[in-house]
């Protein structure tokens, strides 16, 4: 079975500071990684996603992620946060190796502050 | 990537009574999704809709209390049936891309009073 952990429901940051939202995962096999965002009042959103290839991937908005697979880690990160940042985050894996449902973490909501 | 519209967006229902929420896609899909998102909590997936079959429930999701139906490769509703207050959540419709990724609707955010 797969599950993802999110640590921390909420984290602060300031405007312009760094964003880390921290995701790791387990699976059985190779995954499929994915970050969503939610903005209030809104559906999901694809930030960006790991399926194979280069381990570092970018995604919309400047943020990226990088698979560490020693580590069962795909974090978010974004290198200058802005006020529009702020939202729920949610890190999703699938099983890579054929057909299986998205497991999501429980999310982190994104506090920034001017 | 696909464009899902959900209907209502919001609802205030008294508990005892139904619900269906509707699910429009932009494109032909093959498996549509229906997805629970309770306050302060994630998604869980509440069951598979593919069209010509009947719908694929997770468990601790029975069909008597979440109908589903999926007419055309295109459109599918999710009743909430005899409800109460615990079914007050955020209601997602979703659907594969091509590349593994889903696609979410606006979601039907529903207050059971």
């Known amino acids: 079975a797969q599950s993802v952990t999110q640590l921390g429901s909420h984290v602060s940051v300031s405007e312009g500071a760094l964003v880390l939202l921290r995701c790791n995962y387990s699976?059985?096999?190779?995954?499929?990684l994915f970050w969503y965002v939610q903005y209030p009042n809104q559906g999901l959103q694809l930030l960006l996603k790991y399926t194979t290839g280069a381990t570092l991937v970018k995604g919309i908005n400047g943020f990226e992620a990088e698979f560490k697979k020693s580590e069962t880690s795909f974090h978010l990160t974004k290198p200058s946060a802005h006020m529009s940042d702020a939202a729920e985050y949610f890190c999703a894996v699938r099983d890579g190796s054929g057909y299986s449902t998205l497991t999501f973490g429980k999310g982190t909501m994104l506090l920034v502050s001017p | 990537s696909a464009v899902i519209s959900q209907k209502p967006s919001r609802d205030i229902c008294q508990r005892g009574t139904s619900l269906t929420i509707q699910c429009q896609v932009d494109s032909q899909v093959t498996m549509m999704f229906w997805y629970r998102q309770q306050p302060g909590q994630s998604l869980t997936l509440i069951a598979t809709a593919n069209q010509g079959s009947e719908a694929t429930y997770e468990s601790g999701f029975v069909i008597d209390k979440f109908p589903i139906s999926r007419p055309n490769l295109t459109f599918s509703t999710l009743t909430v049936s005899n409800m109460s207050p615990e079914d007050s959540s955020i209601y997602l419709c979703s659907v594969e891309g091509g590349n593994t990724e889903a696609f979410f609707g606006q979601g039907t955010r529903l207050t059971v009073v």
């Open positions: 699976s059985s096999v190779p995954p499929y």
